[in-house]
């Protein structure tokens, strides 16, 4: 099932997150992530609370999440380059998402993309020649 997380998923949203991070130190897919660091549970909680973070269970566990907004700090990614210039508001950003190591493999992040994709692109409309139009950038 895929689904907005809510408050009393909370808790079970910091263990998983705890758990990926764990599962992926010293891997070829260590992403510098570190239990209660990042992603930590005000993140998620904050996260929660705007509607931001789908989660997708199976049996009643996280199997995969991700959180979708339009925050971007270049603080926490100074080397990043953007190649489309465009604001905040016309772009959609892919924060923290992650599968349990249980289910990678199973296309569980690829359903959270295209969930996110379905979810956003209906804010943005693509310009036309002239207008000034809103476009969404993966």
Wanted: charged residues 20%; contains cysteine; hydrophobic residues 45%.
């Amino acid at each position: 099932d895929l689904r907005k997380a809510t408050r009393d998923d909370l808790e079970a949203l910091v263990a998983f997150y705890g758990d990926v991070c764990d599962a992926m130190v010293g891997t070829p897919f260590d992403c510098q992530w570190r239990r209660g660091l990042h992603p930590d549970e005000e993140m998620i909680a904050g996260a929660i609370a705007a509607g931001e973070l789908t989660l997708m269970e199976d049996a009643g566990a996280i199997a995969a999440a991700v959180i979708v907004n339009h925050a971007y700090d270049a603080s926490t990614a100074p080397d990043m380059p953007w190649c489309i210039p465009c604001s905040q508001d016309e772009m959609a950003i892919i924060h923290v998402l992650a599968t349990a190591p249980a289910y990678r493999g199973a296309g569980l992040a690829r359903r959270l993309l295209e969930h996110a994709i379905a979810e956003t692109a209906p804010a943005c409309s693509p310009p036309t020649p002239g207008s000034s139009g809103r476009r969404l950038r993966f």
